[in-house]
């Protein structure tokens, strides 16, 4: 099995609320609050390789961007729980998602989740080789963890309230 994980990250959309257009600067600004977030995660983690970084580095801003990432051999991963953290381990397990990446995933979500509370970034998913995907919303929107497994079974959690849907 692949250890090939794709992550797409939005980027914050305050200059639609502000009555800018997505090409402005604020919109610009955004796109690298997001950019600078995601190098600042995955740059000098020496447990996690981005194989590719999508639009991340390009120079007009893009609301969704999809990054290529892969566990190192090996690796163990070291993050600070978050909220829902320990529910996304147990469901993973609980469908067999293989360990490695299992990891893989919680490492991703707990390194984001930060970002997300500063506002760096808005809602992102983790997409497994298996076409798993995990949704995690920010907590100023739905404070969401939503797993959508490959059997169709659809499992989330509010991570603020710990209230599972």
């Known amino acids: 099995m692949s250890n090939v994980v794709l992550l797409g990250v939005n980027r914050r959309l305050d200059n639609r609320f502000e009555s800018l257009p997505d090409d402005s600067p604020r ?9 600078d977030a995601l190098h ?24 969704f961007v999809e990054l290529s990432l892969a566990g190192v051999a090996g690796a163990v991963f070291t993050y600070a729980i978050v909220p829902g953290l320990q529910w996304l381990g147990k ?3 609980e469908k067999a998602v293989d ?6 995933a919680k490492a991703v979500v707990a390194k984001l989740r930060p970002k997300q509370e500063a506002k760096q970034l808005l809602d ?3 997409t497994l080789p298996d076409g798993t995907r995990i ?20 499992s ?3 991570y603020s309230s710990g209230i599972e849907a």
């Open 27 to 35: 919109a610009i600004e955004l796109h690298n609050r997001r950019r």
């Open 40 to 63: 600042s995660v995955f740059d000098d983690i020496s447990e996690i390789e981005v194989r590719s970084w999508g639009d991340t580095d390009d120079t007009k801003p893009h609301e």
């Open 91 to 93: 469901k993973l397990a």
């Open 99 to 104: 360990t490695a990446l299992s990891e893989l």
């Open 124 to 126: 992102f998913q983790v």
């Open 135 to 154: 949704f995690v919303d920010p907590p100023d929107r739905a404070a969401t963890i939503t797993i959508a497994f490959k059997d169709g079974k659809v």
């Open 156 to 158: 989330s959690l509010n």
